[in-house]
């Protein structure tokens, strides 16, 4: 579904991307690890638009979307969330999800109509989905960490993706509020049939969900494989499983 | 968010009728002064689409008030067309300047935008000052014709309180339209915007065409209301003024800017008449606003009354106005 092919990325001489590969089929859970600047965020803004790579490429469905904008990306059907709680602060929960569900329906330009009117049922499907609907009349900006984060997914739901890409979904999450916002992924993932690429800090929780792990060091691709696989690869401990501090 | 609930649709109604029965009781001058008050605002609120809805810094709006005001007068003194076809033509004019400026403008973020608007806005107001064959330079444009059953003191005050009505309802409906919704959610967070899939830059674009629309509008009844241009229309000076009007209101709020412009343009008529100074008293006002009132006089009301209503629109500056 999702193939990254020899991806490179440079900001003034350094190479935060170098030769990254990925492959995504559809269905899969798929995590990206790696160290701190290992590169991971900066591949996901590749993939989705953010930045343009300056070599290599980003195929999606057999189409080659490496210069398109982000909101054309989206429009193809890949939604993202952000490390950095990224949602509309001054905008209630609601609304930070309805602009999402109307920019699907591409309704974002009507002029005359109220909006309060428009797109509930949808919204409100995806509030209650991850659980957010009593909080729906909330300021985004008053949330609770974990509650901003699950707010992420929701609006990158109301896109109604096929491929959703999660960085860092639980950081600066209590360990209860990442296993249940885990247990959310994997149930969204089957509900709604949803490919998912994630990235994460927490090995106990890349091992336990992913089906498929890519292993990121100095922006370039190490291994992607099963779990297993990537347990016994001797360069990836050395690379991330302790082998910096042994 | 339910809608519009009867209590300020009630306020507005009382409102305007009391505003519809002024003419005849007020002396002519407050009825000039209240018309003066209506064009600013409309002024006031076109700028605060862009500024306040949606976090453009279109520091030099005043000259799409300009361009509306000269392609009007222009179109009826030297071209001799039809009144109606002015009216029309001139929004159009500085929706289309608005365009072709604001093209250019949407390319750049913050600052960098608005120091492009800025000087491309006083290009215009450099055409309209030297080109002095189209626009008589400095010396403007004088005794417009304008038929009296519209520029007559209390025709011309109906007559604009009509359009600013109008025009105030329409931008009400855009506000709370899926567009100004967008457009709100673009000022909080462009880059989360366009990876929901909107194309920020043409949603901009569409508001500052809109919105110099409204200017374009409010520059025609400048002219009903005065029958005479000059290019201090499309002057940085305006531009400001119009800028401090919608902070003073509150530019997170829908009206304020209304009351913005009721409070600045009341300050230069009656300070106005025992010193030229008057913008001194301005001055202080805005510094003891910024410390005291940083939502604005409207948007501290909404606060501090508001309950609900409106409380997206003007929540507290640190984010945290819990509901």
Known sequence: MLKVENLYKSFDKFLAV???????????????????????????????????????????????ISKLPPHDICRKGIARSFQIANVFPRLSVFK?????????????????????????????????????????DHLAGSLSHGDHRILEIAIALGNEPQMLILDEPTAGMSPDETSSTMGL?????????????????????????????????????IIQGKPEEVKSNMEVQEAYLGGADA | MKGLSLKPLLLCAVLLVILLLLPPILPRFYTYILAS???????????????????????????????????????????????????????VIAAFAGLLIGWFCVRLTSLYFGMLQISLGSL?????????????GDDGIHGVPIPSSISSSSNAYYFILFFFVLCLGVMYLIHRSPFGMTLQAIRDNPARCSAVGINVRRHQLMAIVIATFFAGVAGVLFVVLEKSVFPDLLFWVLSLEIFIMCLLGGWFTFAGPILGAAITVALR???????????????????LLIFFLPEGVMGFFVQKFGKGRDKEAAPARGQHAES
């Open chain 1, 18 to 64: 170098s030769g990254a590969e990925l492959t995504v089929d559809k269905g899969q859970l798929v995590a990206v690890i790696g160290p701190n600047g290992a590169g991971k965020t900066t591949l996901f803004n590749l993939i989705t638009g953010m930045l343009k790579p300056d070599r290599g490429r980003v195929v999606f469905n057999e189409e080659d």
């Open chain 1, 96 to 136: 930070n999800v309805q602009v999402a569900v109307l920019s699907q329906q591409r309704k974002s330009n009507t002029l005359f109509r109220p909006a309060h009117r428009m797109a509930v049922e949808e919204t409100n499907r995806i509030l209650s989905s991850v659980g957010l609907l009593d909080k729906a």
């Open chain 1, 185 to 221: 992924i994997k149930r969204l993932a089957e509900t709604h049939g949803l490919t998912i690429l994630f990235c994460e800090h927490d090995m106990d929780v890349v091992f336990n969900t992913a089906q498929s792990i890519m292993v990121m060091h100095y922006g370039k691709t």
């Open chain 2, 37 to 91: 008050i209506f064009v600013t605002a409309l002024l006031a609120m076109s700028l605060n689409m862009v500024v306040g809805h949606g976090g453009m810094f279109q520091f030099h709006h005043g000259a799409f008030y300009g361009v509306g005001a000269y392609a009007f007068a222009l179109l009826l003194f030297k071209a001799h067309m039809p009144l109606w076809f002015g009216f029309i033509a001139a929004p």
């Open chain 2, 124 to 136: 215009l107001w450099a055409i309209v000052f030297r080109w002095y064959a189209l626009t008589n």
């Open chain 2, 269 to 287: 008529t009656f300070v106005g008449i025992y010193t030229e100074y008057w913008t001194l008293i301005l001055g202080v006002l805005l510094i």
